[in-house]
């Protein structure tokens, strides 16, 4: 799986996450069609300035060789219980936080993660957790803060579909982190979250990402000789 080319990517949740995605994703080489969205008729002209395709919830899925997740959280249930029937499994990229409606925190945290949700809900998916940026930034000519990239923490419990998802990630302009399991979601979404009130009720703005710095992982030779 990891040496394999992601092709076909059904996005669910067509709003300005979703579409930011797109909007990276197709100059990539990748055939897009995105899915669920309160705005049919504005989806289609969005989707036909793309370059991208237009189904359901189930034909999204169906097309897809990878699944984006990009729901608010309080549509998400709703969302994937519009897949159908899928057939075998398929890597989910989640994109959602586990925000409540009006920011003020997190519906879910710490003894659980919306990826673990999410995984409980869609049994055919292997998640990947992977916060990517903020909408604006998605739809604005450069993913840069500065000279620096954001860092998007990717975590699963499947090794290859964190290196699937974290190739997803830089083509997007973002810089991922292997931050492990599924599980460290729990920590990964309220850092996302401190990032939204950071950005909405404090003032920083939307251009605002995390970066994380350390030293280079010593090999177990070098280890041993310390």
Known sequence: MEGDPIVNIGIIGAGNVGTGLAKHLIPNGHAVMLSFSLDMDKLNATAAELGARVGTVAEAVQFADMVVLATPWTFTSDALGQTGSVQGKKIMWDCTNALKPDLSGLA??????????????????????????????????SMLIGEHRPNVFVCSDDVDARAVIARLVDEIGAQPVDAGPLALARYAEPAAMLLVQLAYQQGFGARIGLSLLHEPRRSASEGSRS
Not at 124 to 131: L, R
């Open 108 to 141: 879910i945290g710490t003894t659980t993660s919306g990826a673990e949700e999410i995984a409980k809900l869609a049994p055919w998916a292997t998640v990947v957790k992977a916060i990517p940026p903020f909408a604006q930034m998605l739809h604005a000519p």
